[in-house]
T-cell receptor, first 110, second 116 residues
Framework: GIQVEQSPPDLILQEGANSTLRCNFSDSVNNLQWFHQNPWGQLINLFY???GTKQNGRLSATTVATERYSLLYISSSQTTDSGVYFC????????????FGQGTILTVHP | EAGVAQSPRYKIIEKRQSVAFWCNPISGHATLYWYQQILGQGPKLLIQ????????DSQLPKDRFSAERLKGVDSTLKIQPAKLEDSAVYLCASSFFPTEPTHEQFFGPGTRLTVL
């Protein structure tokens, strides 16, 4: 099946810093989603981005499907950005099933 | 628009007991998914329904896990008997048909199961 690798596994920032999270995947995809899992375990949708670039406030994402990677940018980080960020993909043969990466644990200090 | 609803939010049981989780998807979403998330890992698909039919249950431990979506709306996931390694968060998600141009999945708050 498709492999999804996220980097870095852990990231510690001071409030106000910028960061880039990366997601590499091993096959073509129909769907790519970025999620933020908050301390209560809720998965919050950030982006649905199988290709191209999207922006939502301080967050933006870019997926280069031909090169099999996606990037999540967080600018001017806040303590509320802390949590685990997951990339998940639906490959061409999986018909909806999302395969998740291992996540990036982000900690933002005040 | 209401999100995906799940209950209970927390459950603690002894090993070998049985437990059931309930999920109500977003209205109009034909596809429903159950995922298992073990601490420190990403969620892993257990079973996928389209309307009331099973699309993928290849990762469901069928000797102890069962799931149904009888009327094509809400769904129940059952574990009987539970093992210690079943301790995890069980997440329900829903989406439009995967063949739709946009089939973004939305997740419920999850049920945190602890097996003692």
């Amino acid at each position: 099946g498709i492999q999804v690798e996220q980097s870095p596994p852990d990231l510690i920032l001071q409030e106000g810093a910028n960061s880039t999270l990366r997601c590499n995947f091993s096959d073509s995809v129909n769907n790519l989603q970025w999620f933020h899992q908050n301390p209560w375990g809720q998965l919050i949708n950030l982006f649905y981005i199988p290709s191209g670039t999207k922006q939502n406030g301080r967050l933006s994402a870019t997926t280069v499907a031909t090169e099999r990677y996606s990037l999540l940018y967080i600018s001017s980080s806040q303590t509320t950005d802390s949590g685990v960020y997951f990339c998940a993909v639906d490959s061409g043969t999986s018909y909806g099933k999302l395969t998740f990466g291992q996540g990036t644990i982000l900690t933002v200090h005040p | 628009e209401a999100g995906v609803a799940q209950s209970p939010r927390y459950k603690i049981i002894e090993k070998r007991q049985s437990v059931a989780f309930w999920c109500n998807p977003i209205s109009g979403h034909a596809t429903l998914y159950w995922y298992q998330q073990i601490l420190g890992q990403g969620p892993k698909l257990l079973i996928q329904f389209q309307n009331n039919g099973v699309v993928d249950d290849s990762q469901l431990p069928k000797d102890r896990f069962s799931a149904e979506r009888l009327k094509g709306v809400d769904s129940t996931l059952k574990i009987q008997p539970a093992k210690l390694e079943d301790s995890a968060v069980y997440l329900c998600a829903s989406s439009f048909f995967p063949t739709e141009p946009t089939h973004e999945q939305f997740f419920g708050p999850g049920t945190r199961l602890t097996v003692l």
